[in-house]
């Protein structure tokens, strides 16, 4: 099983839908966790970090269940601009050891 | 703007030759810098963690001979692909955080090689 697991896509909405994924983590020893946006041919972009009580940022909402060991990422009134691939990422250990999850492509249709 | 700076964007070269890539954390001290591939249409691997100071730790399947890192400052991170090949080929990329557990990664712009 992989430490980091995220559902690959991809999601293909409509312009203006809310759309959510998740991403799951298997150490409990995870420390931080973060959400961040690749567009195609391009690095990643830090697009929010994720804090136990939840936070939001914008049109976007990231939530955080340590239970459960999983992260979310809700993205409300979706743009076309939104189109990418969201990676979350998991850290630990004083950042020494950080953990990618495989990506969830998201596409966003007129 | 950028706390990340990689160099160069792109590469293009004969097989056979051997290309150094540069990664420098901007206004920060990064003892621990770390280095990716990417291939096309696939997710970011993390290919090694490299340690200013020290050898670097490389993932389990990455030639440590192939790939030398060389991290001789706080500032800065090298990675040279030895007599690179097509199969070299891909999207490398570079991260640091500042120190602290919950510091993001910050990605530099990325270095496209390709191999001819």
């Known amino acids: 099983r992989k430490e980091v697991e995220q559902d690959p896509g991809p999601f293909n909405v409509p312009e203006g839908a809310t759309v959510a994924f998740n991403c799951t983590y298997s150490n409990s020893a995870s420390q931080s966790f973060f959400w961040y946006r690749q567009d195609c041919r391009k690095e990643p972009k830090l697009l929010m970090s994720v804090y136990s009580s939840g936070n939001e940022d914008g049109r976007f909402t990231a939530q955080l269940n340590r239970a459960s060991q999983y992260i979310s990422l809700l993205i409300r009134d979706s743009k076309l601009s939104d189109s990418a691939t969201y990676l979350c990422v998991v850290s630990y250990s004083s950042a020494s050891k950080i953990i990618f999850g495989s990506g969830t492509r998201l596409s966003i249709r007129p | 703007g950028a706390v990340v700076s990689q160099h160069p964007s792109w590469v293009i070269c004969k097989s056979g030759t051997s290309v150094k890539i540069e990664c420098r954390s901007l206004?920060?001290?990064?003892?621990?810098m770390f280095w990716y591939r990417q291939f096309p249409k696939q997710s970011l691997m993390l290919m090694a963690t490299?340690?200013?100071?020290?050898?670097?730790?490389?993932e389990q399947g990455v030639e440590k001979d192939k790939f030398l890192i060389n991290h001789a400052s706080l500032t800065l991170s090298t990675l040279t692909v030895t007599s690179a090949h097509p199969e070299d080929s891909s999207f490398y990329i570079c991260s640091a955080n500042r120190q602290g557990a919950d510091q993001p990664q910050h990605f530099g712009d990325g270095t496209r090689l390709s191999i001819l």
């Open positions: 206004d920060f001290q990064a003892t621990t």
């Open positions: 490299s340690n200013e100071g020290s050898k670097a730790t490389y």
